[in-house]
């Protein structure tokens, strides 16, 4: 009886086992950092491994999150981020994306991604619908949760931006020169930097005008070749003569565009609000934000 039980202990202890392992979450990267910090609410100090889902607190000092395929971010002092296997769910404070086009950062629905292996962007969340995103170094892009782009921010700008009740079907307002390439009239926005086809009646005496157009996004449209959206014009004001270099020739040259990031008195340009997306620009890039080499706290490897 005794050897019976001994057999059953046996079995129960291995199929345990066989559960444990089966239930295993596999690990997807590793954080450390200078000081301690909370993983999933336990303290910690030096490094731990991540895992799909594992919520990470800092203190003082900023953490260093690295993916087992390369993606590599780092969350600021006093800041709380959600890890998944494809980006950081930034919930409060600041994080910074470093030369990673792969993993984006995700805060207030929308998703920070650098355009260039070299780009390193700063995000800081400012209340659960806005976001300030600094381009510290190469172009970044901003994607909402429709994978529409809201925003191509070049470097050393800052750009404000709230998301709004309103969906992707509310009118919106864009500033910028129309200019012209292979028929078709597209417009830069000077605050978001995006691109779009202006799609309405009698565009042509606005072709290499600077103007503010108020429309809607047409989905059903394919955009020509390098353009984000297609945009229903409703209405349409020339502000002026354009100041862009080829605009008066209609920038027909490919790749013309509007001066992204263009700004006002006081470095603070216009609001603009593109698919539910209201947007203001800041230059340069906020001062105080950026975790940079000089001000962070040594992060052990």
Known sequence: MYRNLVKVFAVMTLAGSLACAWAATPAIGVVSAGGSFQVDGARVSGNATLFEGTVIETDRAPSELQWLHGGRMIL???SRGKVCRDRLLLERGQAQIA?????????????????????????????PRQIHVSALAGPVRVINSDGILVANIPP??????ETQVAGAAAPFTLTGTVLQRDGHYLLTDETTGVTVELQGEDLA???GMRVRVTGTLDTLTQPVAGVSEVVKVLTLKI??????????????????????????????ASAATVAGISAAVA?????GLAITQEDKTPISR
Do not use: F
């Open 156 to 161: 050393g700008r800052t750009l404000a931006m």
């Open 76 to 78: 600021g002092s006093d």
């Open 205 to 207: 005496p606005a072709l």
């Open 283 to 287: 230059v340069p890039a906020a001062a």
């Open 99 to 127: 030369g990673s086009t792969t993993y984006p950062i995700e805060a207030a629905s929308l998703r920070v991604l650098a355009a260039q292996p070299d780009s390193t962007a700063l995000v800081a969340l400012d209340g």
């Open 239 to 268: 502000l002026g003569k354009s100041t862009l270099a080829g605009a008066a020739a209609g920038g027909a040259a490919k790749g013309a565009t509007a001066a992204a990031g263009a700004t006002t008195a006081g470095g603070v």
